[in-house]
T-cell receptor, first 110, second 116 residues
Framework: AQRVTQPEKLLSVFKGAPVELKCNYSYSGSPELFWYVQYSRQRLQLLLRHISRESIKGFTADLNKGETSFHLKKPFAQEEDSAMYYCALIPNFGNEKLTFGTGTRLTIIP | EPEVTQTPSHQVTQMGQEVILRCVPISNHLYFYWYRQILGQKVEFLVSFYNNEISEKSEIFDDQFSVERPDGSNFTLKIRSTKLEDSAMYFC??????????????FGQGTRLTVV
């Protein structure tokens, strides 16, 4: 069975400093990886997915199959980045079930 | 922008009672999901639904749970006899094609269910 691990429950970073939210996964195949974000009092929404290889709101994430990681990075944190971040995977293309990590609460210190 | 809508936002029910959580998915979407998040824990998949039938369900989704699409717009989750451990935030989601791989699962704002 697949599993997603986010080792940090809480992360505080000063504004302007780099951010890295860690995500590791365990799955024997080739999963699809995602980052979802939940801002205060808002719904869970997709931030980015590895297959699109895009940068959203300055965030990027690279899938490292050797290390089974999908860390989320941003070079310069902004106050509006404060939110709950969830790493998630689906086992293979066309599957339907998202498996989430426990989430990391990111707080940007002004 | 279209949104997934869930009602109610908060439901309190007595143990043993039946509850129905309601969702209105995005209108052109074909795949529907329920997830739940017990306080302090991860978001967990419950069930997916397509073409008027369950396409996948987790081990959490036992006989006390059922889903239905009673009309062209609503998607409901029924818990027949609630237990204290059913207390959680329940999220509905929908997507336009199968899987979340090359499309996006849009989530509702959630229904907080409290069983007392």
């Amino acid at each position: 069975a697949q599993r997603v691990t986010q080792p940090e429950k809480l992360l505080s970073v000063f504004k302007g400093a780099p951010v890295e939210l860690k995500c590791n996964y365990s799955y024997s195949g080739s999963p699809e990886l995602f980052w979802y974000v939940q801002y205060s009092r808002q719904r869970l929404q997709l931030l980015l997915r590895h297959i699109s290889r895009e940068s959203i709101k300055g965030f990027t994430a690279d899938l490292n199959k050797g290390e089974t990681s999908f860390h989320l990075k941003k070079p310069f944190a902004q106050e509006e980045d404060s939110a709950m971040y969830y790493c998630a995977l689906i086992p293979n293309f066309g599957n339907e079930k998202l498996t989430f990590g426990t989430g990391t609460r990111l707080t940007i210190i002004p | 922008e279209p949104e997934v809508t869930q009602t109610p936002s908060h439901q309190v029910t007595q143990m043993g009672q039946e509850v129905i959580l309601r969702c209105v998915p995005i209108s052109n979407h074909l795949y529907f999901y329920w997830y739940r998040q017990i306080l302090g824990q991860k978001v967990e998949f419950l069930v997916s639904f397509y073409n008027n039938e369950i396409s996948e369900k987790s081990e959490i989704f036992d006989d006390q749970f059922s889903v239905e699409r009673p009309d062209g717009s609503n998607f409901t989750l029924k818990i027949r006899s609630t237990k204290l451990e059913d207390s959680a935030m329940y999220f509905c989601a929908s997507s336009d094609i199968k899987g979340a791989g090359d499309t996006e699962a849009f989530f509702g704002q959630g229904t907080r269910l409290t069983v007392v």
